[in-house]
């Protein structure tokens, strides 16, 4: 009983959200953004586990750095950005042709080998759904590997948007090798690793505390020799964004697969850190990006283990 009503809440949920899509896709873009304010306040105030999950995390990340207002200030611009996000997904297919200049600075896409494949990583910040139709834009071929929604009606609707701007998706339980052929062809291929998996990861820290990153971005790296660049796309004070590609992270593959992964790894997370530093209220404070992982702590201490020598 307690399964189907959370599947009902789901599918609820989800019908919810394609409503306000078609609703927000038929208003100017300014009254759309006026309104997804008003509606992150109201989660904000309504919703408490915005605010003690976003609240620890904050706590976790900055300690005593930040004051107690430092901290609120952060976590209700981020509930903003992602009520802002979810409102502004129903405009992806206006950004076809030269529609995104509107609304968007580029910089930095020099950095991108056009003739090569590579590996673009973000995460939650800022409007990462805009993001993959400028690269398409500027004629690079560009797959972007995406989780499942909960909801298939909610996982439809919003994949048809991206498929309607040009954006290509393939589901993460289904790439793998196809990635891997992919890169070698000449495709970039974009990660959003800043959340926390439940399989396929590694420990790293993130603002200097331990949790688990997906392998994804290092295991395509030693695999394929691509290239692996950090790339955001954050809201400027006048309402526009700044979208901006990085230079390639240094990796050195020493022939050890164990701690080349960890070190690629680790220098991937420091990437997504960087950029959230610069703009922390547009980043998902409220995702659980510390959470413990019993079953991954028992698997790399079994891995762990194995590695070790004979005594």
Wanted: aromatic share 8%.
């Amino acid at each position: 009983m307690a399964r189907a009503g959370r599947r009902l809440g789901r599918q609820i949920a989800a019908w919810v959200s394609i409503l306000f899509g078609y609703f927000t896709r038929l208003l100017p873009l300014a009254v759309t953004r006026a309104m997804g304010s008003s509606l992150a306040e109201i989660a904000y105030r309504l919703v408490p586990r915005m605010r003690r999950v976003g609240t620890a995390n904050l706590d976790l990340a900055y300690g005593d750095t930040l004051s107690r207002k430092a901290k609120q200030r952060i976590l209700r611009g981020a509930v903003h950005n992602a009520v802002r996000v979810a409102a502004e997904l129903s405009r992806l297919p206006t950004l076809s042709g030269d529609g995104w200049r509107r609304h968007i600075d580029v910089e930095g896409v020099e950095h991108i080998d056009p003739n090569r494949g590579a590996v673009l990583i973000g995460g939650h910040l800022g409007n990462w759904e805009w993001m993959p139709r400028i690269l398409i834009a500027h004629g690079f071929r560009l797959v972007v590997v995406v989780r499942s929604f909960d909801a298939p009606v909610m996982d439809r609707y919003v994949n048809g948007l991206r498929r309607s701007a040009g954006i290509k998706t393939i589901p993460k339980d289904k790439a793998g090798a196809e990635l891997q052929r992919m890169l070698g062809d000449g495709w970039l291929v974009g990660l959003l690793i800043d959340q926390s998996p439940r399989e396929s990861a590694l420990p790293v820290t993130f603002f200097g505390q331990p949790c688990w990153a997906t392998i994804g971005p290092a295991m395509l790296a030693l695999r394929t020799g691509a290239p692996i660049h950090p790339a955001s796309m954050t809201r400027l004070p006048n309402g526009r964004y700044h979208l901006r590609f990085f230079p390639s992270i240094p990796y050195e593959v020493t022939g050890d697969t164990r701690n080349d992964l960890l070190d690629i790894t680790q220098r991937c997370q420091d990437a997504i850190e960087r950029m959230v530093r610069e703009h922390p209220e547009q980043w998902l404070w409220f995702h659980r990006r510390w959470k413990e992982r019993p079953r991954l702590s028992a698997e790399w201490t079994a891995r762990q283990r194995d590695a070790q020598p004979n005594q």
